[in-house]
């Protein structure tokens, strides 16, 4: 009786404290620390909070994972939603309209907190081409709010259609939709390229699991305020 009564609820503090421990170590796995940022967490997270696989993609015989590979910083909007407005309207002036076609419900997590998708119609996404045709596309998580700016995060991808081919939607590339994002936000909009993080997400050597070409670098870009 006594073992019972007190070394069985020991085991159960001592299972929940390990459980706690596995739970911070995944945590530190999954979430960069950047100099001068907030922790940024390193993959597009589906609606139960597990890393995207890019809706199952196997990609040279692994599972595809979604990286995080844009950050954004806006330093002149007033408020989480001008934040959210101003960007919106870069995007569309970059050539990323909100475009319907994809899959929602994403998350990513910024400075210890979830937050979901923009855009955040029932099937939109940023795109610079139609679902139906090859494209860019991605979504974008935040605002925020740090250091007297608000902070976005966002995971980009190509996708190469071909509707001769069963799946007729198939992964591309990562650097190549975050290049082009970043680059076209650079030349037309207010939002410049000020900057490279080495967010450690890059799956290289993995048995199971890739990033296909992603290099583990997120793009910086950065709205200045107006003086």
Same mark, same amino acid.
């Given at each position: 009786?006594?073992?019972?009564?007190?070394?069985?609820?020991?085991?159960?503090?001592?299972?929940?404290?390990?459980?706690?421990?596995?739970?911070?170590?995944?945590?530190?796995?999954?979430?960069?620390?950047?100099?001068?940022?907030?922790?940024?967490?390193?993959?597009?997270?589906?609606?139960?909070?597990?890393?995207?696989?890019?809706?199952?993609?196997?990609?040279?015989?692994?599972?595809?994972?979604?990286?995080?590979?844009?950050?954004?910083?806006?330093?002149?909007?007033?408020?989480?939603?001008?934040?959210?407005?101003?960007?919106?309207?870069?995007? !569309?002036?970059?050539?990323?309209?909100?475009?319907?076609?994809?899959? *929602?419900? /994403? $998350?990513? =997590?910024?400075?210890?907190? %979830?937050?979901?998708?923009?855009?955040?119609?029932?099937?939109?996404?940023?795109?610079?081409?139609?679902?139906?045709?090859?494209?860019?596309?991605?979504?974008?998580?935040?605002?925020?709010?740090?250091?007297?700016?608000?902070?976005?995060?966002?995971?980009?991808?190509?996708?190469?259609?071909?509707?001769?081919?069963?799946?007729?939607?198939?992964?591309?590339?990562?650097?190549? !939709?975050?290049?082009?994002?970043?680059?076209?936000?650079?030349?037309? *909009?207010? /939002? $410049?390229? =000020?900057?490279?993080?080495? %967010?450690?997400?890059?799956?290289?050597?993995?048995?199971?699991?890739?990033?296909?070409?992603?290099?583990?670098?997120?793009?910086?870009?950065?709205?200045?305020?107006?003086?």
């Amino acid at each position: 009786m006594r073992w019972t009564r007190f070394h069985a609820p020991a085991l159960g503090v001592m299972l929940m404290i390990a459980a706690a421990s596995e739970a911070r170590l995944q945590e530190r796995v999954d979430i960069a620390t950047p100099e001068g940022l907030p922790s940024i967490g390193k993959w597009m997270l589906t609606a139960q909070g597990e890393p995207s696989d890019w809706l199952g993609e196997i990609y040279r015989g692994k599972n595809l994972r979604e990286p995080v590979n844009v950050i954004i910083v806006d330093e002149g909007a007033a408020s989480a939603e001008e934040a959210k407005a101003r960007l919106i309207a870069a995007a !569309a002036k970059a050539g990323y309209a909100v475009r319907f076609g994809h899959s *929602t419900g /994403y $998350k990513g =997590s910024i400075g210890g907190q %979830l937050y979901g998708q923009l855009p955040s119609g029932r099937d939109d996404a940023f795109s610079n081409d139609p679902f139906e045709v090859s494209n860019n596309h991605g979504r974008i998580f935040g605002p925020h709010a740090f250091d007297g700016a608000y902070l976005f995060t966002g995971a980009f991808s190509r996708e190469e259609v071909d509707p001769f081919r069963d799946p007729p939607h198939r992964y591309g590339s990562f650097n190549r !939709a975050r290049d082009d994002f970043t680059q076209n936000l650079d030349r037309d *909009t207010a /939002y $410049k390229v =000020s900057g490279f993080v080495a %967010l450690g997400n890059a799956l290289i050597g993995d048995p199971r699991t890739t990033t296909g070409d992603h290099d583990g670098i997120a793009v910086v870009v950065r709205a200045a305020k107006e003086r």
